[in-house]
């Protein structure tokens, strides 16, 4: 960490909370940057010569007599292709032993993109599996969370979709990060050779929480640099922003600020969209999808993190063990693509909208079907059909160990839909049927 | 609204985020902009609190780097935004910087760009002539804009009656040229030009009445126009869990309403989605004119990641502009995507002032301010007899989807439509998800509208509506009993009835706004309809199994829904119809 040798040093602390300090002090800038006692600091507040900073490892054990020197500019990293193949913490500073990167120093957490500036998002990702790419497709420019139970494998689903995507690079922003789910990563990026693509900053759960708060900015300050010097198609992993957000909750209510729904605070919205809004399509190809992670507890999507990010993020993918087939599939219920008309249908066969909609639709008719029967009542021909018919495309498309084409997702479900189903039932424009059913013959 | 000779200055006494607290050395008025000048960076800021001589401000750009001591300039005036024209088909930030003269892919930070072009030259026309008296509103002249009749008016500022001393003749003029010489009532002779300025805050009132709303504005949306019609001028607004398609419903109105011009204000939400307006607007027509829609429309885009404190100044900001339309007699179609987030606005400031929160922790006065905003839409009689009306529908972003929340209620109680879109139809791909028996509108109960459905569309319209209501109403009420009791636990009869109210809702209520076709149905489409699925209703039918019914049912929706896709009245409509013909045949007893 740097200090420079004319830069003034305070000793004198007036106050010590649990996440800031407070000193006198003139000519500090508003998000300044600080080095309290050897920590990195932030300032928070300025009340005339009253400066509060907010120290990111937490304030145990600082004394009133701390060493303070602000480093006259709000935090930066270090930009340029070297970042390629390495792993920083959440200040920037390289954790893989190797030395420091040289490069163009940018703030993190800069402007926004202005929107007239932006093209809409036209590429289709295909990721091999049906529960994404049929029902949720994704697009560049995208960003999107898995709403996932914490036991579930939603890191093992986002390496596969990370490797899959053909990205340029992928950004990796952990916070909170078990060691043992770091190595995963770090082992599945390095088996698929694809290391020199990647770039990771982590906080692991062996690091302060509060220091969180600087890596989503760190991660899409290196994709902004990769998208919009070098128009590269950038795809960021953010997992898991359920901490990131619970990290913002420690800081503001040390802070006494009021809290709002689940002691989240009021400016939440703001503060996830502030990085989700990142992802972007730029006209000259280069772009930034994004693919996060929100944990839930029990499920609840209605708690503030979940019900937040769902107003922000263009659609979400949930994560559900069907217990009738003993996998883990895409739930087509919950989940939603919301960019997926861009690319359905137009990247992808025309017929792809309508054979969507249809399947879940009938699929919907299976789960009534399904609630009928444990309410033990008799089925009717059409209830048993649509069971068969669930059990099948839960297997054959929804599971996430699938991994086939998009025309191969389209022809299983036109050939599911014939062992099954009548056209009058499934309700697919004729013109498609014509095309599509399979002929007996 | 005179400005103070001398201009207050001040200095930068403190910095919580947003919220900064300026020195003053003279007057400072409420509401009042000062730009703090950060090494040369202009940043805007708005008084929000005045407390001896210290003003509270929110700034509307990041304090990033600002420091304590740094100055401030007060300008003497609120937030305003320049008014002529030039506003249609424009991108704007939420304070009306036109984004398209920005430079760079990011917004920089004090930043202000013109939202008119000073040397673009219009063509004139003269409407007043000299001796005419006019008061603040009146029409000099007139400019096509786009191929909207654009007026230039009596500035809106100007209190009294003014006489005409000269209009220019026609010709081509700048909006920095001055178009006509007006006399005030002390005899001082004022130059007029073809712009003006207003503060967003303060509503426009240049028009002699507010009726209440007497007709219908048509979206093409057959469960707002057939079950739920809104009136030109009305107000609505459309709260929904996330996901459940607000956006959506908001785009297609945008797209179908029947009206002059449409404002969308992007409030808080997703620039993809604004995004998706620059991209299909300027390549869509509008049905009605056969123009580009985008002809029509100005956006206003303040999304979620662009300063939070001009979010709130953004839906004013669109009123304002709505409201300079409706002076001229026209038709506007106001849209704000989400009011929720201008809400959140508001409590982040009210909780860094530290004011004593209210529920949630918004602001206790939310209801009031809500209310105040509603209040601005309104169809108008202009002093010249002419109408003018803003239609305004708004969405609400429920915090866990729960309707009892400030934002959803206070909203609730200043807008008279209620189009509540439901998670279970969301997830059921029951598009448009508007739950057809929570939602409402007021003004299908006006008897001014009542008379006007029976003159215009059908004069057992209200009856037909009633009908289809219950219908709905019965279909639920079965479909809890077959749940219960069992498909064969009850009568055919009941299967009957439930598929009855089914028919309904997968022909009329569920409309795929992703469909050339299906998108938009007009009203003589809406009413041809309604009256097949009642004629269904009507008809008896013979089952021989309960399990009959549904798949008997399944056909014809099947076909009905072919025929929604269909271009009404074309071969393929009737074919459907013919097949639709024969299959009731196969059943029908009475
Ligand atoms: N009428 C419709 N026809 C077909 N699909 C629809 C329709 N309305 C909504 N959808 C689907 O639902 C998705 C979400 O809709 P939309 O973006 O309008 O939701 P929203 O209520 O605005 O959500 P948020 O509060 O998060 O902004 C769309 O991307 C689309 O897939
Ligand atoms: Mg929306």
Redesign the interface.
Same mark, same amino acid.
């Given at each position: 960490m740097e200090t420079k040798a004319f830069q003034k040093i305070y000793t004198k602390l007036t106050q010590v909370t649990k996440a800031t300090c407070s000193l006198k002090a @003139?000519?500090?800038?508003? %998000?300044?940057m600080a080095i309290v006692h050897g920590r990195l600091a932030q300032v928070?507040?300025?009340?005339?010569?009253n400066v509060t900073l907010q120290i990111f490892s937490g304030t145990e054990g600082i004394p009133t007599n701390a060493e303070v020197v602000f480093l006259g500019r /709000?935090p930066v990293l270090k930009v340029g292709e070297e970042l390629s193949g390495r792993f920083f913490d959440a200040y920037g500073d390289p954790i893989d032993g190797r030395p420091a990167i040289e490069g163009e120093e940018r703030?993190i957490g800069?402007?926004?993109?202005? /929107?007239?500036?932006?093209?809409?998002?036209s590429e289709f990702i295909p990721t091999g599996i049906a529960g994404i790419d049929l029902n949720n497709a994704l697009v560049t420019?995208?960003k999107i969370p898995f709403f996932a139970d914490p036991d579930q494998p939603y890191n093992q689903v986002m390496a596969n979709v990370a490797l899959r995507a053909e990205a340029d690079k992928i950004i990796l922003g952990g916070m909170g990060l078990t060691n043992d789910d770091y190595l995963y990563y770090k082992n599945v990026f390095e088996n698929a050779g694809a290391l020199d693509r990647i770039i990771s900053f982590v906080n692991t759960t062996e690091n302060p929480p509060v220091e969180r708060i600087l890596v989503p900015d760190m991660a899409l300050t290196a994709a902004e640099y990769f998208a919009?010097d070098k128009h590269q198609k950038v795809l960021v992993l953010l997992t898991d922003m359920t901490l990131y957000a619970d990290a913002l909750s420690i800081v503001s209510n040390r802070m006494d600020?009021? /809290?709002?729904?689940d002691s989240m605070p009021?400016?939440l919205?703001?503060d996830l969209?502030?990085i989700y %809004?990142?992802?972007?399509q730029?006209p000259d190809g280069g772009s930034i999808t994004i693919i996060a992670v929100t944990t839930l507890s029990g499920g609840d999507i @209605?708690?503030?993190i979940p019900?937040n990010t769902?107003?922000?993020t263009?659609?979400?993918l949930f994560l559900r063990k069907d217990t009738d087939i003993g996998k883990v599939i895409v739930d087509p219920?919950?989940s939603?693509s919301?960019?997926k008309?861009l690319v359905i249908g137009e990247k992808t066969r025309s017929d792809h /909208?309508q054979v969507m909609?249809a399947a879940?639709?009938l699929y919907?008719d299976a789960a009534n079907a399904k609630t009928?029967q444990e309410?033990g009542?008799?089925l @009717?021909?059409?209830d048993e059909r649509s069971l068969k018919f669930a059990k099948e495309y839960s297997n054959k498309l929804l599971a996430i160990d699938v991994n086939i084409e998009v025309d191969q997702m389209l022809d299983t479900t036109w050939g599911l839909f014939n062992e099954h189903f009548e056209p009058?039932?499934v309700?697919i424009?004729?013109e498609f049927v014509d095309q599509y059913w399979p002929k007996e013959d | 609204m005179e400005k103070t000779n001398k201009m207050t200055k001040g200095y930068v006494a403190g910095i919580i985020a947003n919220l900064v607290f300026v020195e003053v050395d003279g007057p400072v008025q409420q509401n009042e902009i000062c730009y703090i000048d950060l090494e040369g960076t202009k940043l805007m800021a708005e008084v929000i609190k005045i407390n001896g001589t210290q003003a509270y401000v929110q700034v509307f750009e990041s304090t990033r780097g600002l420091k304590v001591n740094h100055t401030v300039e007060f300008t003497g005036h609120m937030l305003e935004v320049t008014l002529g024209p030039g506003i249609l088909s424009k991108n704007y930030d939420g304070l009306q910087n036109d984004l398209d003269k920005m430079d760079g892919v990011f917004l920089k930070r004090g930043e202000h760009t013109n939202p008119l072009e000073d040397d673009k030259k219009w063509e004139f026309k003269p409407l007043a002539k000299a001796g005419d008296v006019l008061e603040a509103g009146g029409w000099l002249g007139e400019v096509k804009e786009n191929w909207m009749p654009h007026k230039i008016m009596v500035p809106f500022k100007f209190e009294g009656k003014y006489t005409v001393k000269s209009v220019v003749e026609a010709g081509e003029y700048t909006i920095l040229d001055n178009i006509a010489v007006v006399t005030d009532e002390k005899g001082k002779d004022i130059d007029l030009t073809m712009t003006q300025k207003w503060p967003v805050k303060l509503a426009i009132k240049a028009y002699k009445e507010k009726p209440r709303p007497f007709k219908m504005l048509e979206t093409g949306v057959r469960v707002i126009d057939t079950l739920n019609p809104i009136a030109e001028g009305g107000t609505g607004f459309i709260p929904g869990p996330f996901g459940t398609g607000k956006t959506v419903l908001q785009h297609a109105l945008a797209k179908q309403a029947e009206a002059d011009l449409i404002i969308v204000a992007a409030c808080g939400e997703r620039a993809n989605e604004v995004v998706e307006i620059f991209a299909e607007f300027p390549e869509l027509d509008d049905p009605r004119t056969g123009r580009k829609l985008m002809e029509r429309t100005t956006i206003i885009a303040n999304t979620s990641n662009m300063p939070v404190a001009a979010r709130e100044a953004s839906v004013y900001t669109a009123m304002t502009l709505g409201e300079y339309y409706r002076a001229m007699g026209l038709k506007v179609l106001l849209l704000a995507d989400s009011t929720s987030r201008w809400a959140q606005a508001l409590r982040e400031m009210s909780n860094r002032m530290e004011e004593l929160p209210g529920q949630d922790a918004f602001p206790m006065d939310l209801p009031a301010i809500i209310s105040n905003f509603y209040s601005r839409a309104g169809f108008t009689y202009l002093n010249n007899d002419a109408t003018g009306s803003i239609t305004f529908i708004g969405t609400v972003s429920p915090a866990g989807g729960n309707l009892k929340e400030p934002v959803t209620e206070s909203t609730k109680k200043a807008a008279r439509c209620f189009y509540a879109l439901s998670q279970d139809r969301a997830d059921s791909k029951r598009y448009p998800a508007i739950d057809p028996l929570d939602s409402y509108s007021k003004y299908a109960e006006y008897p001014e509208l009542e008379e006007y459905f029976r003159a215009n569309i059908d004069p057992e319209w209200p009856e037909k509506i009633q009908l289809a209501r219950d219908i709905l109403i019965r279909s639920r009420e079965v479909a809890e009993q077959i749940n219960i009791l069992g498909d064969d636990g009850v009568p055919v009869e009941y299967h009957d009835r439930f598929w009855k109210g089914e028919i309904i809702d997968f022909v009329i209520l569920q409309q795929d706004a992703f469909d050339k076709i299906d998108c938009s149905a007009s009203l003589e489409r809406q009413k041809y309809m309604l009256n097949w699925v009642l004629d269904i209703y009507h008809t008896k039918f013979s089952y021989e199994s309960f399990e009959d019914v549904g798949s008997y049912f399944k056909k014809m929706i099947n076909i009905m829904r072919q025929m929604n896709y269909a271009i009404f009245e074309s071969d393929d409509f009737k074919g459907g119809e013919k097949e639709l013909n024969s299959l009731i045949e196969e059943r029908k007893t009475a």
């Open positions: @003139t000519g500090i800038g508003y %998000e300044e928070v507040k300025i009340i005339g010569d /709000p703030q800069g402007p926004s993109v202005n /929107p007239v500036r932006r093209k809409q998002p420019g995208q919009v600020q009021i /809290p709002s729904k009021g400016s919205y703001s969209a502030k %809004e990142k992802a972007v730029f @209605t708690h503030a019900d769902g107003y922000i263009e659609g979400q219920f919950r939603l919301r960019l008309q /909208p909609n879940i639709r919907a009928k309410n009542f008799d @009717t021909d059409y009058a039932e309700g424009k004729k | -």
